[in-house]
C-alpha cells in the first residue's frame, strides 16, 4: 500500500493531518482527516470511497485498527507533551549510543494503552523504540524506528518504522520516502471535504 500524509503544526494546538492512500485500487481514495489536540479529545474523521462518506471516528474507537494494521487510530494522531505525564527510568545503551529510558501515561480518557516506555537517544532525541501497554499492563506493541535522517537545521525523521504486536504475532512495516517541509499549506486544507476530493 502507498500514502501519503500531509501535516500542519498548529501554533497553541495540536497538529492536523490527511492520511490519504493512492494505491492499490481497493484502498485508493481512502483517507485519514486528524484533529490533534493537546488537552482535548482529538477529533479524526475517515473518508471510505465504496461509501461515498465522510464518518467521523467515535473517540471510544481510538484504540482499533487503522486499515488493518498494527497501527491504531490513536497512534496517528500527534503526540502533544500535554497529552500525557512523565517518568524519567534509567540510562541504557542502545547501540553505540546511549538513551533515555521514559515511562508516559496518557492523561486523556478512551486510551488503548496504560502507558508507553521510550528509548531515545540522548544526543539527537529520536525516540527508537517504544512499547505500548494494554490497559491490563501487558505488553502489546513494539514500535522501532530507524533509518533516521536529518532534514532542513536540525529536524530528524525515521524512513522505517516496524510495529509488532505481541499478542496476535503480526506486524505492519512503513517505508518513508523523502520527507517535504514548508509547503505552505494552511488550516482551510484540513477539512472533511478535502478527504473527497483528494487525488
Same mark, same amino acid.
Given at each position: 500500500?502507498?500514502?501519503?500524509?500531509?501535516?500542519?503544526?498548529?501554533?497553541?494546538?495540536?497538529?492536523?493531518?490527511?492520511?490519504?492512500?493512492?494505491?492499490?485500487?481497493?484502498?485508493?481514495?481512502?483517507?485519514?482527516?486528524?484533529?490533534?489536540?493537546?488537552?482535548?479529545?482529538?477529533?479524526?474523521?475517515?473518508?471510505?470511497?465504496?461509501?461515498?462518506?465522510?464518518?467521523?471516528?467515535?473517540?471510544?474507537?481510538?484504540?482499533?485498527?487503522?486499515?488493518?494494521?498494527?497501527?491504531?487510530?490513536?497512534?496517528?494522531?500527534?503526540?502533544?507533551?500535554?497529552?500525557?505525564?512523565?517518568?524519567?527510568?534509567?540510562?541504557?545503551?542502545? =547501540?553505540? #549510543? /546511549?538513551?533515555?529510558?521514559?515511562?508516559? $501515561?496518557?492523561?486523556?480518557? &478512551?486510551?488503548?494503552? @496504560?502507558?508507553?516506555?521510550?528509548?531515545?537517544?540522548?544526543?539527537?532525541?529520536?525516540?527508537?523504540?517504544?512499547?505500548?501497554?494494554?490497559?491490563?499492563?501487558?505488553?502489546?506493541?513494539?514500535?522501532?524506528?530507524?533509518?533516521?535522517?536529518?532534514?532542513?537545521?536540525?529536524?530528524?525523521?525515521?524512513?522505517?518504522?516496524?510495529?509488532?504486536?505481541?499478542?496476535? =504475532?503480526? #506486524? /505492519?512495516?512503513?517505508?518513508?520516502?523523502? $520527507?517535504?517541509?514548508?509547503? &505552505?499549506?494552511?488550516? @482551510?486544507?484540513?477539512?472533511?471535504?478535502?478527504?473527497?476530493?483528494?487525488?
Amino acid at each position: 500500500r502507498e500514502m501519503k500524509i500531509y501535516t500542519l503544526e498548529v501554533d497553541g494546538d495540536g497538529d492536523k493531518s490527511i492520511t490519504y492512500f493512492s494505491s492499490p485500487q481497493d484502498v485508493k481514495g481512502t483517507s485519514l482527516l486528524t484533529w490533534s489536540h493537546a488537552l482535548e479529545a482529538d477529533e479524526q474523521w475517515l473518508f471510505l470511497p465504496a461509501l461515498k462518506r465522510v464518518k467521523r471516528v467515535s473517540s471510544s474507537n481510538k484504540s482499533g485498527s487503522f486499515m488493518g494494521s498494527e497501527f491504531a487510530f490513536e497512534d496517528l494522531a500527534s503526540q502533544e507533551v500535554e497529552k500525557y505525564t512523565y517518568r524519567y527510568l534509567f540510562d541504557e545503551s542502545c =547501540g553505540e #549510543k /546511549t538513551c533515555f529510558v521514559s515511562e508516559r $501515561y496518557p492523561a486523556y480518557e &478512551n486510551s488503548g494503552y @496504560s502507558r508507553q516506555v521510550s528509548w531515545i537517544e540522548q544526543d539527537t532525541y529520536n525516540i527508537i523504540k517504544t512499547e505500548y501497554y494494554d490497559r491490563g499492563d501487558n505488553l502489546l506493541k513494539t514500535l522501532t524506528q530507524s533509518d533516521y535522517k536529518k532534514y532542513l537545521e536540525n529536524t530528524w525523521r525515521a524512513h522505517t518504522m516496524e510495529m509488532v504486536n505481541h499478542q496476535s =504475532g503480526k #506486524k /505492519t512495516i512503513l517505508n518513508w520516502g523523502e $520527507y517535504k517541509f514548508r509547503q &505552505n499549506l494552511n488550516k @482551510s486544507f484540513f477539512n472533511k471535504n478535502r478527504l473527497k476530493t483528494l487525488r
